[in-house]
């Protein structure tokens, strides 16, 4: 074990719509945070733009890295270490990010590190709490991006229990909002729309023969785009029902892979669409291990989770990543 050296992390963010930079101590206490979002910009277009949010990173990125470190009140020569993602994400996204932390890196003489946008959603849920992390537990990343079910080891060692097959669920959440008027992000417009109505239209996610704790959206969204043509039904009701299919489907599988892996003492959670109250209070009703969701902040896309991950990664193998590190769109924490 390479004994502890206090440190300070920047964490860069720029895999999909959030340019972002955080100073984080330690792994665990965060200086500060430092973000720009794109997301009005893809308002119109009902989901993100890929060229817009690229250029938004690069216009934005060294605004937001000196706000980071003036609000930190740190200099570059503070910084011992400098973490960015390696993916999952939108590649001309990474490319920016990971051209960033290269070139910082250089010019500072500072290490950097190359980390898991997934599994730094993770380790969002763990710094939202102090407590030492509890392994070993089951991880839920549940993104505009991701629908990832783990088990959890311990930090970096996983094993992939489920994914989607088609559709990530907030990107179902994005397209059903579009469905009923509303623009991107529509994850927290559904969940508000839902609320005022009840969930009798009898939706169904998607289930895969012989791949049990594999999801599906692609179906029910289609389902809701018939119930929004046939205009029989109030679209708050189209909203209740379509959240109450979409988070049974994820409580019963997670419940399934529970079963499936009973050494699990915890259940951490990531990702925007773990901000859903109605996600959460189905989860707390339905489990009595302990559950961690990360903060909203550090739910959905930060530098800070980044900079979180990076530490633990670094504390490991205390090696710079090499300078033609190539960024992986497609890379998940598991094989
Ligand atoms: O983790 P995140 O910020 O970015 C990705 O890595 O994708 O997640 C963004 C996603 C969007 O699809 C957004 O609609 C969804 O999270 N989201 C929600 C809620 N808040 C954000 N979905 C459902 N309910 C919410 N309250
Ligand atoms: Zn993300």
Known sequence: MVPF????VLGLESTCDETAAAVVVDGIHILSEEMASSASIHAAYGGVFPEMACRHHVEMFCPVLEKALEKGG???QDIDLIAVPQGPGLVGALLIGMQMAKGLSIAWKKPFIGVNHVEAHLVGAMLSHPSPPIFPALGLVVSGGHTLLLYIETLGVYKKIGTTLDDALGEA???VAVLLGFPYPGGPHVEKLAKEGSPTIPFKSGTIQGKPFDFSFSGIKTSVLYAVRENRY????????FQ???LTDLVQKTQKALLQYPTARALYFGGGVVQNRA???KFIDAFSLPLFFPTPSLASDNAA???ALGFQKFRLSPTSSPLDMEVLPKFLPIG
């Open 173 to 175: 959440f994005d397209k």
């Open 244 to 246: 109450e299919a979409v």
């Open 234 to 241: 109030a679209k708050e009701t189209i909203a209740a029902s």
């Open 279 to 281: 996600l959460q209070q």
């Open 74 to 76: 740190v200099s570059p």
């Open 5 to 8: 050296i206090p440190m300070n």
């Open 305 to 307: 989770m980044i900079a």
